[in-house]
Protein backbone atom coordinates (compact mmCIF):
# COMPACT_ATOMS: atom_id res chain seq x y z
CA UNK A 1 0.00 0.00 0.00
CA UNK A 2 1.50 2.89 -1.00
CA UNK A 3 1.28 6.50 1.58
CA UNK A 4 2.70 9.78 0.45
CA UNK A 5 4.73 8.05 -2.21
CA UNK A 6 6.31 5.66 0.50
CA UNK A 7 5.78 1.90 0.34
CA UNK A 8 4.33 0.98 3.97
CA UNK A 9 5.39 -2.28 4.90
CA UNK A 10 2.48 -3.76 7.45
CA UNK A 11 3.81 -6.44 10.15
CA UNK A 12 0.77 -7.57 12.59
CA UNK A 13 -1.19 -3.67 11.64
CA UNK A 14 1.81 -2.13 12.66
CA UNK A 15 3.16 0.55 9.98
CA UNK A 16 7.13 0.34 10.09
CA UNK A 17 8.17 2.51 6.44
CA UNK A 18 5.96 6.07 7.07
CA UNK A 19 6.68 9.74 5.70
CA UNK A 20 7.45 10.63 10.11
CA UNK A 21 9.40 7.34 10.15
CA UNK A 22 11.58 8.31 7.10
CA UNK A 23 12.00 11.90 7.99
CA UNK A 24 13.19 10.32 11.27
CA UNK A 25 15.40 8.15 9.31
CA UNK A 26 16.67 11.52 7.38
CA UNK A 27 17.56 13.02 10.85
CA UNK A 28 19.47 10.20 11.53
CA UNK A 29 21.86 10.13 8.59
CA UNK A 30 22.24 13.75 8.98
CA UNK A 31 23.76 12.56 13.04
CA UNK A 32 26.13 10.45 11.34
CA UNK A 33 27.38 12.86 8.41
CA UNK A 34 27.38 15.94 10.93
CA UNK A 35 31.14 14.98 12.13
CA UNK A 36 32.26 14.92 8.91
CA UNK A 37 30.86 18.38 7.06
CA UNK A 38 32.77 21.17 7.40
CA UNK A 39 32.55 23.90 10.05
CA UNK A 40 30.40 26.54 8.61
CA UNK A 41 27.76 23.72 7.11
CA UNK A 42 27.40 22.10 11.05
CA UNK A 43 24.80 24.91 12.69
CA UNK A 44 22.49 24.68 9.33
CA UNK A 45 22.61 20.86 9.22
CA UNK A 46 21.87 21.02 13.21
CA UNK A 47 19.09 23.29 12.29
CA UNK A 48 17.67 21.19 9.63
CA UNK A 49 17.68 18.43 12.26
CA UNK A 50 15.70 20.28 14.74
CA UNK A 51 13.13 21.40 11.78
CA UNK A 52 13.29 17.45 10.68
CA UNK A 53 12.08 16.57 14.22
CA UNK A 54 9.14 19.31 14.24
CA UNK A 55 7.97 18.31 10.67
CA UNK A 56 8.01 14.56 11.67
CA UNK A 57 5.83 15.16 14.73
CA UNK A 58 3.74 17.39 12.59
CA UNK A 59 3.39 14.79 9.73
CA UNK A 60 2.81 11.98 11.86
CA UNK A 61 -0.11 14.05 13.65
CA UNK A 62 -2.01 15.31 10.25
CA UNK A 63 -1.22 12.16 8.57
CA UNK A 64 -2.69 10.36 11.48
CA UNK A 65 0.69 8.29 10.88
CA UNK A 66 2.01 7.32 14.18
CA UNK A 67 3.69 3.63 14.56
CA UNK A 68 5.97 2.19 17.15
CA UNK A 69 8.91 1.95 15.44
CA UNK A 70 8.33 5.76 14.77
CA UNK A 71 8.30 6.21 18.77
CA UNK A 72 11.55 4.29 19.20
CA UNK A 73 12.83 5.84 16.10
CA UNK A 74 12.23 9.36 16.70
CA UNK A 75 13.86 9.91 19.90
CA UNK A 76 17.25 7.87 19.10
CA UNK A 77 17.57 10.49 16.18
CA UNK A 78 16.94 13.24 18.64
CA UNK A 79 19.69 11.41 20.78
CA UNK A 80 22.07 10.47 18.35
CA UNK A 81 21.85 14.45 16.23
CA UNK A 82 22.57 16.01 19.57
CA UNK A 83 25.27 13.40 20.55
CA UNK A 84 26.89 13.91 17.24
CA UNK A 85 27.00 17.56 17.77
CA UNK A 86 28.31 17.14 21.13
CA UNK A 87 30.91 14.54 19.80
CA UNK A 88 32.09 16.90 17.13
CA UNK A 89 32.65 20.29 19.38
CA UNK A 90 34.64 17.81 22.29
CA UNK A 91 36.95 17.01 19.10
CA UNK A 92 37.16 20.11 17.97
CA UNK A 93 38.09 21.46 21.28
CA UNK A 94 34.98 23.68 21.90
CA UNK A 95 34.23 22.30 24.77
CA UNK A 96 34.88 19.62 27.46
CA UNK A 97 33.56 16.25 27.61
CA UNK A 98 32.11 16.92 31.05
CA UNK A 99 29.88 19.48 29.63
CA UNK A 100 28.16 17.36 26.92
CA UNK A 101 27.40 15.07 29.93
CA UNK A 102 25.69 17.50 32.09
CA UNK A 103 23.64 18.76 28.65
CA UNK A 104 22.68 15.18 28.15
CA UNK A 105 22.38 13.33 31.58
CA UNK A 106 18.53 12.81 30.49
CA UNK A 107 19.68 11.13 27.57
CA UNK A 108 22.51 9.42 29.34
CA UNK A 109 19.35 7.96 31.66
CA UNK A 110 17.08 6.68 28.68
CA UNK A 111 20.46 5.03 27.33
CA UNK A 112 20.72 2.95 30.48
CA UNK A 113 16.62 2.80 30.84
CA UNK A 114 16.40 1.20 27.50
CA UNK A 115 19.45 -1.18 27.63
CA UNK A 116 18.78 -2.25 31.27
CA UNK A 117 15.00 -2.81 29.76
CA UNK A 118 16.50 -4.64 27.07
CA UNK A 119 18.37 -7.00 29.08
CA UNK A 120 15.86 -7.75 31.43
CA UNK A 121 13.10 -8.13 28.81
CA UNK A 122 11.09 -5.06 30.19
CA UNK A 123 10.71 -3.46 26.33
CA UNK A 124 7.24 -3.14 26.76
CA UNK A 125 7.45 -0.43 29.59
CA UNK A 126 10.07 1.22 27.59
CA UNK A 127 7.35 1.90 24.96
CA UNK A 128 4.38 2.83 26.97
CA UNK A 129 7.18 6.39 28.05
CA UNK A 130 5.26 9.26 26.61
CA UNK A 131 7.59 12.52 25.25
CA UNK A 132 6.53 15.21 28.66
CA UNK A 133 6.58 19.06 28.00
CA UNK A 134 9.23 18.70 30.35
CA UNK A 135 11.17 17.01 28.16
CA UNK A 136 11.01 18.86 25.09
CA UNK A 137 11.65 22.02 27.27
CA UNK A 138 14.77 20.11 27.67
CA UNK A 139 15.68 19.42 24.67
CA UNK A 140 14.93 23.09 23.48
CA UNK A 141 17.94 24.25 26.06
CA UNK A 142 20.59 21.87 24.70
CA UNK A 143 19.15 22.46 21.13
CA UNK A 144 19.64 26.45 21.80
CA UNK A 145 23.01 25.59 23.67
CA UNK A 146 24.91 24.09 20.59
CA UNK A 147 23.40 26.90 18.81
CA UNK A 148 25.57 29.12 20.80
CA UNK A 149 28.46 27.00 20.34
CA UNK A 150 28.37 26.75 17.25
CA UNK A 151 27.55 31.17 16.41
CA UNK A 152 30.34 33.93 17.03
CA UNK A 153 27.80 36.38 18.64
CA UNK A 154 26.38 34.09 21.29
CA UNK A 155 29.66 33.71 23.92
CA UNK A 156 27.50 35.04 26.73
CA UNK A 157 24.40 33.32 26.41
CA UNK A 158 26.88 29.72 26.29
CA UNK A 159 27.52 29.36 29.63
CA UNK A 160 23.69 29.78 30.66
CA UNK A 161 22.40 28.06 28.59
CA UNK A 162 24.61 25.12 29.66
CA UNK A 163 23.38 25.67 33.07
CA UNK A 164 19.64 25.97 32.31
CA UNK A 165 20.37 22.51 30.29
CA UNK A 166 21.91 20.54 32.54
CA UNK A 167 19.31 21.69 35.51
CA UNK A 168 16.95 20.68 33.26
CA UNK A 169 18.04 17.56 31.61
CA UNK A 170 18.66 16.15 35.75
CA UNK A 171 15.37 16.97 36.65
CA UNK A 172 13.77 15.23 33.47
CA UNK A 173 16.16 12.23 34.11
CA UNK A 174 14.88 11.84 37.58
CA UNK A 175 11.42 11.99 35.94
CA UNK A 176 11.61 9.63 33.40
CA UNK A 177 13.06 7.45 35.79
CA UNK A 178 10.38 7.90 38.01
CA UNK A 179 7.96 7.07 35.46
CA UNK A 180 9.98 4.31 34.16
CA UNK A 181 9.34 2.54 37.67
CA UNK A 182 6.02 3.12 38.05
CA UNK A 183 5.32 1.22 34.56
CA UNK A 184 7.15 -1.91 35.87
CA UNK A 185 5.18 -1.67 39.36
CA UNK A 186 2.00 -1.33 37.03
CA UNK A 187 2.43 -4.79 35.08
CA UNK A 188 0.76 -7.77 36.70
Known amino acids: MAQG ?4 VESRNRRIVTLPNAISALRLCMAFALPFVEADWRLPLLIAGALSDWLDGLAAKVLRSRSVFGQLLDPIADKALFASALLTLIISGDIAWWQAALALMRDIVVLIVAATAMVRG ?4 FGKMKPTV ?3 ITT ?3 FAWLVSLLVQWAPGARMPLLIASAVSSAVTAAEYLRRFARELRAQP
Open 140 to 142: VLV
Open 5 to 8: GLQV
Open 122 to 125: DWWA
Open 134 to 136: LGK
